[in-house]
Nanobody
Framework: QVQLVESGGGLVQPGTSLTLSCTASGSTLSGLAMAWFRQALGKERAFVGS????????YYAGSVKGRFTISRDNAKNTVYLHMTNLKPEDTAVYFC??????????????????WGQGTQVTVSS
């Protein structure tokens, strides 16, 4: 059973940067396609970005493309989400997700088999 634990959330001001981490246990990260989703208060969970098993391909939602970068360190069993130029509308609970089969390019939440508990990111002045 894969377990995912996110960290790095917090309260930040607009225009600043923040990096989230997701550490996996119970499986070798290299066998998992990984993704980040977020859920704002009163809204449905939405795709943010995903990364292939060998970090060869990344995919982003249009709202974060050019501002957010997803990366992975398979040796550390950790995936990162580096967020820059944060905006109030980025405020949400951010979830790490993994799939043991299937492509990272398929970004529908139901295709991901494992989820973390989420970490709150609040962007406010």
């Amino acid at each position: 059973q894969v377990q995912l634990v996110e960290s790095g959330g917090g309260l930040v001001q607009p225009g600043t940067s923040l990096t989230l981490s997701c550490t996996a246990s119970g499986s070798t990260l290299s066998g998992l396609a990984m993704a980040w989703f977020r859920q704002a208060l009163g809204k449905e969970r939405a795709f943010v970005g995903s990364i292939g098993r060998n970090a060869n391909n990344t995919y982003y939602a249009g709202s974060v493309k050019g501002r957010f970068t997803i990366s992975r360190d398979n040796a550390k069993n950790t995936v990162y989400l580096h967020m820059t130029n944060l905006k109030p509308e980025d405020t949400a609970v951010y979830f790490c997700a993994a799939k043991s089969y299937g492509m990272a390019a398929i970004t529908t939440s139901t295709t991901f088999h494992y989820w973390g508990q989420g970490t709150q990111v609040t962007v406010s002045s």
